[in-house]
């Protein structure tokens, strides 16, 4: 088994998104992937994951024949170039302007982006300003 590098601490382990067409979902999210800093960690014929990220064709043995349907997901960027980097990465690739980079109102300091992506999933680049952090992330190596 290869090595492999998750970070973890927060309350969700993973996601899995279930699409119609995994070629433009990967476009689409490889772009995005990239404006945030973070690889691709691993790819096989009907799927892709990122992380805690997994994004698989409706044909794959995981989607059991459905899609999963709309939802919200945010990622967290590390300042606001890189939500806006983000957001130019996700238009260039198809996604569709669901909220350009600026102030949201809530909290002080919330800077964010939003996207539609190419099955309707609204996804988000945050950056939560300055902040102390107990630590800047967990490392999990097995």
Do not use: C
Not at 56 to 67: M, N
């Amino acid at each position: 088994m290869e090595t492999q590098e998750l970070y973890r601490g927060r309350l969700i382990d993973h996601i899995q998104l279930v699409v119609r067409d995994l070629s433009a979902s990967r476009r689409f999210y490889e772009a995005i992937f990239d404006a945030l800093k973070i690889p691709i960690g691993g790819v096989g014929e009907d799927f892709f994951w990122v992380d805690e990220f997994v994004v698989s064709s409706i044909d794959s043995e995981a989607a059991a024949g459905k899609l999963t349907g709309r939802h919200h997901v945010a990622f967290q960027a590390s300042d606001n170039a890189m939500v806006e980097a983000f957001h130019q990465a996700g238009l260039g690739a198809g996604g569709k302007d669901n909220g350009a980079p600026g102030l949201r109102p809530y909290h002080p300091g919330y800077y964010a982006a939003f996207l539609i992506d190419p099955d309707g999933n609204n996804i988000e680049a945050v950056y939560h300003g300055e902040a102390q952090r107990s630590a800047p992330l967990i490392k999990i190596t097995f």
